[in-house]
DNA sequence: AGGATACGTCTGGGATCCCAGTTGGGCGAG
DNA sequence: CTCGCCCAACTGGGATCCCAGACGTATCCT
C-alpha cells in the first residue's frame, strides 16, 4: 500500500517555496536572487534550485542573467494589457467551444459563484472577491472542455497574480459595476453568444483597468 | 564592440539539439532517452542535459518518468485538435485586435505568401508549402502586435511541427481548396471581420484536417 | 582631485561523484 | 517447464567541487 509516486522532489519544493515568495509579494520585484542563499535557506543544494530558477524563468516570474543573477521579474502595463488580451480570447474560446450541457452546468456553477462573490463585496472582503473572480473568469475556459488551452491560461493567469497582490486590495472600479458585468458575461455565455461575450469582456476589461486587477 | 551576450550556453546547445531532433523525426515518439548516452554523444556532461531535459519536458515535447528515463512524447488526436482551437483563437484575436494600418500592411505581405504558396503546390514541392503556410497563419497573430500572444501560440505551434513532420507530406484535402481558403481568410482578415473569420478557419481547419497536416 | 586600472569576491555554468529507486534478466525451487 | 525471487546494472536526483566571467572597490598614476 505503499504510495512511491508522491516522491516529492526537491527541485519541486524549491519551485513551489520561490513562486509563492513571489507571488505573495514577500519577494519584492527588482530583488535578485542568490542560488547559493536559497539554497542555503531551503536546507539543500544549489542543484535543484537552479532547475527551479530555470522553471521560473520559463514562467516568466523571473529573468536570469548570466554570471549576474536571477532578478524577480516585474510585469509593465504593456505586459499586463497583453495577458488581459490573451486572456479575453482563451475566455472566449472557451464558451464557443463549449457544448450545450456543458454551459448548463456552468450556469448553474458561476451563479452560486456570483452570489458568493457579492457577499465578499458587501462585507468588503477583497481578499475573498480576487479568488473568486478568478474562478469565474476560469470557468469559461473550463467550459470549453479544451486542457491543453486550460493549461495555457493559467500560465498567462497566475502572473496575473502577482500584480493583483501588488495592488493589494486597492481594487479599481466600482465593486457593484463589476459584479453586475459578471452577471452580463455569464448570461451571454449562457445563450451561446460568444461575439457578445467577447465584446463585453473586452468593455469589462477595459472599464475595470483589468490589467492590475481582478476583473 | 564585443558581443559578450552570444556566449552559447551548453544547455542551450543540448536543448535546440535534441529539439531539432525530435521535430525532425529523427528520435521516433517513444523512444526512451538517456541523460547519459545524450550527454556522451554531444561531448558534454549530464548537467546541460539534464537542464536542457527538463525544458523539454515543459514544452510538451517529452515526457519525464522518475527513476526511469525520458520518452519522447507522441501527441494524440485529442491534442492535436485542442491545439488546433488554440491556434484558431489567437490568430482570431490577433486579427481582432489589429489596428488599419497593421492590416493593410499584412495584406501586402501575405498576398505575396499566398503567390509563394501558390508556385509551390504547383510544382508539387510540399516541403516548401508547409513553412509557408504555417507563416501565413502566424501573420495574423502577429498583425496583433502583441508579442506575449505570439509566444504563446509559437509554444503551441511547434507541437504541431512534429505531427506535420510525422505525416511527411501527406496533404489531407485538395490543394487548391487550401488556398482558396487561405485567399479567403486574408480576405476577411484585411476587412477586420474577425467574426467571420474565426468561423472560416474553423471551416478550413476542419476541411483540411487541420491537426496533423499543416493547414 | 579625478580617473583609469588592477584585484578580490561575488555570480552562475558545468563536471564529477554519490545515492536511492526501478527494472529486467537469470537462477533456483516447485 | 513454469513461476517466483533475487541481484546486478541501469535510470535520474542531489551534492559537491571547480571554473570563467562580471562588479565593486581600492589604489595608483596623472
Do not use: K
Not at 527551479?52 to 554570471?67: D, F, N, S, T
Not at 453568444?193 to 469582456?201: G, K, P
Request: no cysteine; charged share 25%.
Amino acid at each position: 500500500m505503499s504510495r512511491p509516486t508522491v516522491r516529492t522532489t526537491a527541485a519541486d519544493r524549491a519551485h513551489v517555496h520561490i513562486r509563492s515568495a513571489i507571488l505573495s509579494g514577500e519577494l519584492a520585484v527588482g530583488v535578485m536572487l542568490s542560488e547559493n542563499d536559497l539554497a542555503t535557506e531551503m536546507a539543500m543544494s544549489r542543484t535543484p534550485v537552479r532547475a527551479a530558477l530555470a522553471r521560473l524563468q520559463e514562467e516568466g516570474l523571473v529573468a536570469i542573467y548570466p554570471q549576474r543573477g536571477a532578478m524577480v521579474r516585474g510585469l509593465d502595463a504593456r505586459e499586463l494589457e497583453e495577458a488581459a488580451e490573451i486572456r479575453r480570447a482563451l475566455e472566449t474560446a472557451g464558451v464557443a467551444g463549449a457544448g450545450d450541457v456543458a454551459r448548463a452546468a456552468l450556469l448553474d456553477r458561476l451563479q452560486d459563484n456570483i452570489v458568493a462573490q457579492e457577499r465578499a463585496l458587501a462585507r468588503g472582503d477583497f481578499a475573498a472577491f480576487v479568488p473568486l473572480a478568478l474562478q469565474f473568469h476560469r470557468g469559461f475556459v473550463e467550459v470549453g472542455g479544451n486542457a491543453l488551452m486550460l493549461a495555457t491560461y493559467d500560465r498567462i493567469q497566475d502572473r496575473q497574480q502577482l500584480a493583483i497582490n501588488r495592488s493589494a486590495g486597492r481594487i479599481v472600479g466600482d465593486p457593484a459595476q463589476v459584479v453586475s458585468a459578471h452577471r452580463d458575461l455569464l448570461g451571454a455565455a449562457g445563450s451561446g453568444d460568444w461575439v457578445a461575450f467577447s465584446e463585453m469582456l473586452a468593455d469589462h476589461q477595459a472599464r475595470s483597468h483589468d490589467f492590475g486587477t481582478a476583473g
